[in-house]
T-cell receptor
Framework: GQNIDQPTEMTATEGAIVQINCTYQTSGFNGLFWYQQHAGEAPTFLSYNVLDGLEEKGRFSSFLSRSKGYSYLLLKELQMKDSASYLCAVSSAYSGAGSYQLTFGKGTKLSVIP | SAVISQKPSRDICQRGTSLTIQCQVDSQVTMMFWYRQQPGQSLTLIATANQGSEATYESGFVIDKFPISRPNLTFSTLTVSNMSPEDSSIYLC???????????FGPGTRLTVL
């Protein structure tokens, strides 16, 4: 099965940088996604990593190390609107049936304070 | 990304009744999924809605409780049958081009069962 761990909560200051870590154990790894979810809203796609290294997209960057089963989401120049839950999700082979499923971590609730 | 709508956006239902949730996409998509997000929890995959064949259910979810239809490549329904208060949750549909692609989520249906 899959096991995905990420911190439950984090607090950071407006304008600062925050790193949200995610560790996973899975078989048939096919990529790692990060989603942002504001309270009461649906998750929105942030990033996708399938190869090792850093993917940068504006203020958000995501890193993956497949050998370590580790990823992080880096948020720079934090804004109040970045207060949300950040979900790490792993795509992995599904029961050997040739398709893939997305398994979500429990999410990290980030609070940005003035 | 596709534009996804869900109906209803929210509902309050009585124990023992059933509710059908609709998911409509503005373009043809290969993959459609149904998730549940219980209060304070992350997303759990209920099933993959297959066009023209029976849905593929995850462990712990059965067709009698969560019947799913997918008559074409832009539409799917999820029925929550014989509801109990434990079914109170947000139900989300998601879509992807293939099973390995990024999934995009609908706005969700917030269900409360009394």
């Amino acid at each position: 099965g899959q096991n995905i761990d990420q911190p439950t909560e984090m607090t950071a200051t407006e304008g600062a940088i925050v790193q949200i870590n995610c560790t996973y154990q899975t078989s048939g790894f096919n990529g790692l996604f990060w989603y942002q979810q504001h309270a009461g809203e649906a998750p929105t796609f942030l990033s996708y990593n399938v190869l090792d290294g850093l993917e940068e997209k504006g203020r958000f960057s995501s890193f993956l190390s497949r050998s370590k089963g580790y990823s992080y989401l880096l948020l720079k120049e934090l804004q109040m609107k970045d207060s949300a839950s950040y979900l790490c999700a792993v795509s992995s082979a599904y029961s050997g049936a040739g398709s893939y499923q997305l398994t979500f971590g429990k999410g990290t609730k980030l609070s940005v304070i003035p | 990304s596709a534009v996804i709508s869900q109906k209803p956006s929210r509902d309050i239902c009585q124990r023992g009744t059933s509710l059908t949730i609709q998911c409509q996409v503005d373009s043809q998509v290969t993959m459609m999924f149904w998730y549940r997000q219980q209060p304070g929890q992350s997303l759990t995959l209920i099933a993959t809605a297959n066009q023209g064949s029976e849905a593929t259910y995850e462990s712990g979810f059965v067709i009698d409780k969560f019947p799913i239809s997918r008559p074409n490549l832009t539409f799917s329904t999820l029925t929550v049958s014989n509801m109990s208060p434990e079914d109170s949750s947000i139900y989300l549909c998601s879509v992807a081009g293939t099973s390995t692609d990024t999934q995009y989520f609908g706005p969700g249906t917030r269900l409360t069962v009394l």
